[in-house]
Nanobody
Framework: QVQLVESGGGLVQPGGSLRLSCAAS????????MGWFRQAPGKEREYVAV????????SSRDVVKDRFTISRDNTKRMMYLQMDSLEPEDTAVYYC?????????????????WGQGIQVTVSS
């Protein structure tokens, strides 16, 4: 059974940066498509970015495309989200998710495995 654990969240001022990490255990990591999703209070969970097993295909939602970078290190079984130029609207609980196969879905319902989530707060 795959387990995912997020780390790296916290409080940051507008314009600042954070790097989220997701550690995976219990499966062949390189066979998983991984994604970051987020959920703000009172809103639905939304896609942030996804990356396929080899890292060959990545995508991210438009509002973060020029500010956030998704990456992975298969040798360390880790996925990352580098978040720069953070805005108050980025405040949310961020979730790491995984699914078997090589399809980079943006639909959260396609992901079978989820981390517990980590809070990111952007505020002055």
């Amino acid at each position: 059974q795959v387990q995912l654990v997020e780390s790296g969240g916290g409080l940051v001022q507008p314009g600042g940066s954070l790097r989220l990490s997701c550690a995976a255990s219990g499966a062949t990591f390189s066979s998983l498509t991984m994604g970051w999703f987020r959920q703000a209070p009172g809103k639905e969970r939304e896609y942030v970015a996804v990356i396929t097993g080899s890292g060959a295909r990545m995508s991210s939602r438009d509002v973060v495309k020029d500010r956030f970078t998704i990456s992975r290190d298969n040798t360390k079984r880790m996925m990352y989200l580098q978040m720069d130029s953070l805005e108050p609207e980025d405040t949310a609980v961020y979730y790491c998710a995984a699914r078997p196969g090589n399809a980079a879905f943006a639909d959260a319902s396609k992901y079978e495995i989820w981390g517990q989530g980590i809070q990111v707060t952007v505020s002055s």
